[in-house]
């Protein structure tokens, strides 16, 4: 069974970047299809990036060119790189794969 433990938020000023890391557990990690999803104050819960088992990515539009998602399957990590923030991107991030989420590392963009 997968579990779940994000780090790495925390406070930045427009402009600036953060790694998040998304530590998981259980053996069977490497088959699953990993996905950051964040959720706004008063905003559903979205899908922000999405990485296969085999390294293929997709993104929100609103992150295309800012944002990388990565893994490192023997490590059974992911990770999210998010460069040139700006204040829209302020809300809780969340690792989710196998079905299981994480609970949450707040980002927080603001001068």
């Known amino acids: 069974q997968v579990q779940l433990v994000e780090s790495g938020g925390g406070l930045v000023q427009p402009g600036g970047s953060l790694r998040l890391s998304c530590a998981a557990s259980?053996?069977?990690?490497?088959?699953?299809?990993m996905h950051w999803y964040r959720q706004a104050p008063g905003k559903q819960r979205e899908l922000v990036a999405s990485?296969?088992?085999?390294?293929?990515?997709n993104y929100a539009d609103s992150v295309k060119g800012r944002f990388t998602i990565s893994r490192d399957n023997p490590e059974k990590m992911v990770y999210l790189q998010m460069n040139s923030l700006k204040p829209e991107d302020t809300a809780v991030y969340y690792c989710?794969?196998?079905?299981?989420w994480g609970q949450g590392t707040q980002v927080t963009v603001s001068s």
């Open positions: 989710r794969g196998a079905s299981k």
């Open positions: 990485i296969t088992s085999g390294g293929s990515t």
């Open positions: 259980g053996s069977t990690f490497s088959i699953y299809t």
